[in-house]
């Protein structure tokens, strides 16, 4: 776990304190070493907030996770509150993983759905596009390798079964983006630990760990 993945962790699970604070939670929990072996003091946990400030604001001493305010948010360990999607949190992750923040159902005019009745042809949406990495993420649900009968019971405008449709548009996500030059790298939900009913249990410290070696090819 890198030093800003256990703020991080310190914060989501007890909420804004101040860096002394922070340093001793790590410190109690083993969440981090340096390369020499000792912890890591009040003064890099301040630099480290610093060189985070997507992830990490200040109220007065306090140090918060970005976007949450002082008021404590509940831990995300051990299949914590889910007011988000499996895809959301994911995206979450990759963003502060990669360092970029995502534009998020990207279209590109070149990927496009298949004609509706009117012969018109609507862009398909990629979960997540990095921009400035030329890069696409997407999270693939159960939904694109089972089937689940609740999500293939509607009809589709081009008259194939919701499931057949779903794995020709990804089969075309995966063959058209590299054509202009854009990386697809794919996420799916049997890389994490699930329950049983393949939804995520959000343990944020095993699955960055799984999300950091599916983008090692992009982390500096």
Do not use: W
């Amino acid at each position: 776990m890198t030093l800003h993945e256990a703020i991080l962790f310190v914060l989501q699970k007890y909420g804004p304190m101040n860096c002394s604070d922070i340093a001793d939670k790590i410190r109690s929990h083993n969440l981090y070493r340096q390369k020499e072996g000792g912890h890591a003091s009040s003064g890099q946990i301040a630099a480290r907030i610093k060189n985070y400030p997507h992830l990490f604001s200040r109220q007065d001493s306090l140090v918060l996770v970005k976007g949450t305010g002082t008021t404590p948010i509940p831990p995300l360990i051990n299949g914590g509150p889910k007011k988000r999607r499996d895809e959301d949190y994911i995206i979450d992750l990759c963003d502060e993983i990669l360092r970029c923040k995502a534009s998020r159902q990207h279209r590109f005019d070149f990927l496009l759905g298949d004609p509706n009745t009117r012969g018109k042809r609507t862009p398909l949406p990629v979960d997540a596009y990095y921009e400035p990495l030329n890069l696409v993420v997407e999270y693939r649900e159960r939904q694109h390798t089972e089937s689940v009968p609740i999500m293939d019971r509607r009809s589709t405008i081009s008259g194939v079964p919701r499931a057949e449709q779903r794995r020709i548009y990804d089969n075309r996500r995966e063959k058209i983006l590299p054509k202009h030059g854009i990386e697809l790298i794919l996420l799916s939900f049997d890389q994490f630990r699930c329950d049983s009913r393949k939804q995520l249990h959000r343990d944020p410290i095993s699955d960055r760990e799984v999300i950091r070696s599916k983008l090692k090819s992009r982390l500096k």
